[in-house]
Structure formats: C-alpha cells, structure tokens
C-alpha cells in the first residue's frame, strides 16, 4: 500500500520568500507529526495533530512557522520570510493514531515520508 | 547537553561483523525506545520497538534497554553490505507523542 508522501521533494527558495511543504499520510491514519532534520542531525519535533487539531505545537521555532490539517488527512506545514537556517529536510510522519500507553508496536508506529529538502539561498 | 547522545560515527566494519551501536540519554522519564533506519534520502524506517527496560531480538538484530544506566543497545549480527545506513536512536514519554532522536551513527559494512 501508499506510505508516506511529500510534495516538493526537493525546494529552493530565497531568503525572505513564503513556502509551503505538502505531507499526505497514510490512508486512515489520525496522528501526524512534522519533524525538522538538519545536515548530520537527527529529526527534531515541529508539531503534532490528532485529526483536524494540533494538539502539540511545543516543537515550532518560532511564529514563522505554522502548519494545517483542514481536513484530518493531508497537512501543509507552511513557513514565512524563510531564512538560511530554515534549510533542512521536513519530515512527515503518520501513525494509526496516537502514542499511547500501549506497548503495541503497531499501535505506536511512525510512518516517516523521504522529507522536502528545504535549501534557503 | 543533549536529551539523548548518539556517537554521529562513521563506523565501518566488514561484512560478517557483529555491529554494536549505543546511546544514553538524560531523562529517566523516557519509556519507550525505538531504533530506525534511514537510508540517503530516505525517510527513518522503524526496525526495534521496546517498552521499558529489556531485550528484543528479532532476526538479526537485538534491542536492549538498561533504564538503570540511561543506555540503549542496538546490535547487528552478521552484518551485510545492505545495513549500511544511518541508524537512529530515538524514545518518547508515557503519554506523549514526540520522538526524541539521537544524532545517528552512519555505518558502513564493507564487502
């Protein structure tokens, strides 16, 4: 079946310039996370939604950064007046629905999409 | 100082070779310990899931927790050529949705 899929693979843009990155997650799946990954660096939180709400937004940098799941499928991490520290590649990930108490491997898997290569010039 | 320390590499080894890959972390809150797999440009894929403290063996790889110590194991046995990637540490609190990752360790194994 589909995985994970992000849309640009790959997006150069110019200091100051809006964008948006697309994640659409796996079929039926309620949790998504956006996750930064930077050069030699493991992938770091941005934000988590359960359906249409972002119930954990503790991971955004600043107010630059904002992300939407309209409609509890696909999200669109979106980021203004980009600047070069905003290069990274963007990780998506979906789960079949939150982590919880469960030991279930299965219950509390990340499915991660190969990211958007961010470069800011 | 970071939540979780990850040694980044590079290791190398040659076929065949058992591989051993570590990390410690901070927090003793932490419950559940993954490790992943990322190949270049690829997404992290999930190879071990524990809960608490423990072993877990599936295949050729063996995950083990020591919660007493903060240290995690990931071990490789009979490495092959195809397990080179960059290996992931990463772990969660009970009711919580965020992975924390270690750095990674890129390993190679030769032929």
């Known amino acids: 079946g589909a995985g994970v899929s992000q849309t640009p693979s790959n997006k150069v843009t110019e200091k100051g310039k809006y964008v948006e990155l697309r994640c659409d997650p796996i079929?039926?799946?309620?949790?998504l996370y956006w996750y930064r990954q930077s050069l030699g660096q493991g992938p770091e939180f941005l934000i988590y939604?359960?359906?249409?709400?972002?119930?954990?937004d503790s991971g955004l940098p600043n107010d630059r950064f904002f992300a939407v799941r309209p409609e509890g499928s696909v999200s669109t991490l979106k980021i203004q007046r980009t600047e070069r520290g905003d290069s990274a590649v963007y990780l998506c990930?979906?789960?079949?629905?939150?982590?919880?108490?469960?030991?279930?491997?299965?219950?509390?898997?990340?499915?991660f999409g190969p990211g958007t290569r961010l470069t800011v010039l | 100082q970071k939540e979780v320390e990850q040694d980044p590499g590079p290791l190398s080894v040659p076929e065949g070779a058992i591989v051993s890959l570590n990390c410690t972390y901070s927090?003793?809150?932490?419950?559940?310990f993954m490790w992943y797999r990322q190949y270049s440009r690829k997404g992290p894929e999930l190879l071990m899931y524990t809960y608490s403290s423990g072993n877990k063996e599936d295949g050729r790889f063996t995950a083990q927790v020591d919660k007493s110590s903060k240290y995690i194991s990931l071990f490789i046995r009979d490495s092959q050529p195809s397990d080179s990637a960059t290996y992931l540490c990463?772990?969660?609190?009970?009711?919580?949705?965020?992975?924390?990752f270690g750095q990674g360790t890129r390993l190679t194994i030769n032929p």
């Open positions: 079929s039926g799946h309620t949790a």
């Open positions: 939604f359960q359906g249409t709400g972002a119930a954990d």
């Open positions: 990930a979906s789960s079949p629905s939150g982590a919880g108490t469960s030991g279930s491997r299965s219950y509390n898997e990340q499915f």
């Open positions: 927090n003793s809150a932490f419950q559940y």
């Open positions: 990463a772990m969660r609190f009970t009711g919580a949705q965020k992975l924390v």
